[in-house]
């Protein structure tokens, strides 16, 4: 029997990727969306997080410990998985495909941005963590953008998330039974993949946040910066 296919196991994948984690992520990408407004407020954003009482339980059992478990049998259910694009196809069957492709390297995506961003422990890169260094926190995250491959490697890391969420989302709803039907999953499918292209947009425009005021978007949508006396990105002087 394939540990894959084990009921409570898989119920249990399920529901740690929508609730904890699919929670956070959308709390996630909110917070350096912040970054549009400047360092100021993005500094400010994360010193909120530090303040939050029970951070490091909140951290452990509310992130760590579901993306753990997640992440770990995601892989076993990617190992077991038969891959049949080749011989079927259809649509679903490459979303499928997809879903085990993305898994698979959110594994090493999430691995390298917790070392980079959280620990600070990637050699050559980052050596000072976000974690206990709010006031820092934008002149990190921008300073590593500056660097091409870095913002393309997390821009890819985006595309993957906004992916495997929302179709996760699509998997969830059908497999536990809340939406029946072929008419209502085609549907849902459809609110899926714009979920994963709403998640996709608003966390690339994040990302450019930290190296262009208001990242993609004209700076005359973004609150003025030298209202609020906020240095523009790669112009802090921290580094």
Known sequence: MKISNTFLLRKLHQITGVVPLGIFLFVHFFTNSKAMNGEK????????????????????????????????????????????????????????????????????????????????????????????????????????????????????GIAATAWH???????????WGIVIGEKAQKYMLYVSIAVAVGLFAVGTNAAFSFIRPCGLFPKALCEGAEKKGVVEPGKTGKF
Request: hydrophobic residues 55%.
């Open 41 to 156: 407020v993005f500094n400010g954003a994360v010193e909120d997080i530090h303040h939050l009482p029970y951070l490091l339980f909140i951290e452990i059992f509310g992130i760590f410990v579901p993306l753990l478990y997640h992440s770990v049998y995601g892989i076993i259910i990617s190992s077991e998985a038969r891959v049949n694009v080749g011989n079927y196809g259809y649509g679903r069957n490459w979303f499928y495909f997809f879903q085990r492709v993305t898994g698979v390297f959110l594994f090493l995506f999430v691995f390298f941005h917790i070392l980079n961003f959280r620990f600070g422990l990637i050699p050559g890169l980052n050596q000072t963590p976000v974690a206990g260094n709010a006031s820092l926190a934008f002149s990190i995250v921008s300073r590593e953008f500056s660097i091409v491959w870095v913002l393309v490697f997390y821009i890819l």
């Open 165 to 175: 969420l929302g179709y996760g989302l699509w998997l969830f709803v059908v497999d």
